[in-house]
């Protein structure tokens, strides 16, 4: 299968456009422990109603699950300290939860692709994980994701990634407490650098939707 002509291979592209990739747990153990509101949505306090701790850094077996169609984005530079990663000789270290990354930090990562197999982690001892977890993302063609802009998508418009998409943006510590904030999508314009494609069917809030990713 395509999986097994993968491993091994690194950045290399298989024949059903995937790679071999691994959660990053390094990127865990740099979170910030609390965000406030101002660092999740770079908006400008208000009366100091920005400053307030809204979130915070979740358990590392909730952070490093892995569902198929969640966005992955890697960290820029990365390659230079490559080598030094336990699973560098086998996977590609990507990140698919955002949870206490404030969204100023969106300019350090780079969209890596949309999961297509699961990783779930289970919970550890509290010391770390003692094992990755594999899994696949697709990198190219058509995906199913969730729309998590907080309004509708057409078919035609671009799409891109964000660490927080804006809905809720009055009062971002009222958002639903289904889990760890994950990497979302919303509208884009043709000039962003985070666009991942383009829409191909209509979606409201909260439905999935099909984009054809840009290669």
């Not at 865990?28 to 307030?52: H, R, W, Y």
């Not at 979740?58 to 490093?64: Q, V």
């Not at 169609?69 to 590609?92: D, H, L, P």
């Not at 985070?194 to 290669?215: C, M, N, P, Y």
């Amino acid at each position: 299968m395509c999986v097994r002509s993968c491993v091994g291979a690194r950045m290399f592209l298989c024949h059903m456009f995937l790679c071999v990739f691994t959660v990053d747990s390094y990127e865990f153990a740099n979170c910030k422990e609390m965000l406030t509101a101002q660092e999740m949505t770079s908006i400008p306090p208000v009366n100091g109603d920005n400053m307030n701790p809204v979130e915070y850094k979740p358990h590392f077996h909730e952070w490093a699950t892995v569902q198929p169609g969640m966005i992955c984005v890697a960290r820029k530079k990365k390659t230079a300290v490559f080598r030094q990663y336990v699973a560098a000789e086998t996977a590609v270290p990507v990140i698919a939860c955002a949870a206490c990354l404030p969204k100023d930090m969106e300019k350090e990562f780079f969209f890596a692709g949309v999961a297509r197999s699961k990783s779930v982690r289970s919970p550890d001892d509290g010391i770390g994980p003692s094992v990755d977890e594999f899994f696949t993302l697709s990198i190219g063609g058509m995906v199913t994701v969730l729309n998590t802009s907080g309004g509708p998508l057409h078919a035609g418009d671009l799409v891109e990634w964000t660490f927080y998409s804006g809905k809720d943006q009055s009062n971002p510590s009222k958002r639903q407490k289904s889990g760890p904030r994950r990497i979302g999508i919303k509208m884009a314009s043709v000039s962003s650098a985070k666009v991942i494609g383009r829409a191909l069917s209509f979606a409201k809030s909260g439905e999935t939707i099909d984009i054809l990713l840009k290669q």
